[in-house]
């Protein structure tokens, strides 16, 4: 099971903000990095953020990620119609020997 | 431009081994780590593991230890994932993924998914 909470569903109307938070705890989020990452319907997916809050180069601005403690955000100012689609946060868990912990997954619906 | 390519589909019954391949080109393999990413139908992502293309160490999820093997071959570039005694819940999409050294989580690159069917 996920170590990384995240809610099921977000909306917003096009151009409006939206913010999906990842709770985490002291093992994984609040000791590592946090990345995020973007999945279209039928495709692989697309890395948005990293190490918290960098944006790889072609990933517009209207993405931002913070992170306070355990917890992390992914906010989506300006929505747009082609950002319908499933988000989810990661970070490395120190217990159990280590591993990479996925958030359980946010679908963004444009209305 | 940096490709991660993978093998097609697979149909396996219960019992049985799968091994996917990911080919990478456009950067220098042994420079990045390749981890496995699956999901199954209709669910999130599970990281399976990881290994350096450098040297060869791995490391497993704790729940497949036993059941999984990661391989590379730097003289094809390329990366394999076997999976034994498959289960019906081992249905899913499997993906592998570039990784920078030291940058847990960061997957920069994709291949494009294998699905893999475990059915009697």
């Known amino acids: 099971q996920s170590v990384l909470t995240q809610p099921p569903s977000a909306s917003g109307t096009p151009g409006q903000r939206v913010t999906i938070s990842c709770s985490g705890s002291s093992s994984n989020i609040g000791s590592n990095y946090v990345y995020w990452y973007q999945q279209l319907p039928g495709t692989a997916p697309k890395l948005l953020i990293y190490r918290n809050n960098q944006r790889p180069s072609g990933v517009p601005d209207r993405f931002s990620g913070s992170k306070s403690g355990t917890s992390a955000s992914l906010a989506i100012s300006g929505l747009r119609s082609e950002d319908e689609a499933d988000y989810y946060c990661a970070a490395w868990d120190d217990s159990l020997s280590g591993r990479l912990g996925f958030g359980t997954g946010t679908k963004v619906t444009v209305l | 431009q940096v490709q991660l390519v993978q093998s097609g589909a697979e149909v396996k019954k219960p019992g049985a081994s799968v091994k996917v391949s990911c080919k990478a080109s456009?950067?220098?393999?042994?420079?990045?780590?390749i981890s496995w990413v699956r999901q199954a139908p209709g669910q999130g992502l599970e990281w399976m593991g990881w290994i350096s293309a450098y040297n060869g160490n791995t490391n497993y999820a704790q729940k497949l230890q036993g059941r999984v093997t990661m391989t590379t071959d730097t003289s094809t570039s390329t990366a394999y994932m076997e999976l034994r005694s498959l289960r019906s819940d081992d249905t899913a999409v499997y993906y592998c993924?570039?990784?920078?050294?030291?940058?847990?989580?960061?997957?920069?690159?994709w291949g494009q998914g294998t699905l893999v069917t475990v059915s009697s």
């Open positions: 993924a570039r990784e920078d050294y030291g940058a847990k989580g960061d997957f920069d690159y």
């Open positions: 456009g950067y220098t393999f042994t420079s990045y780590g």
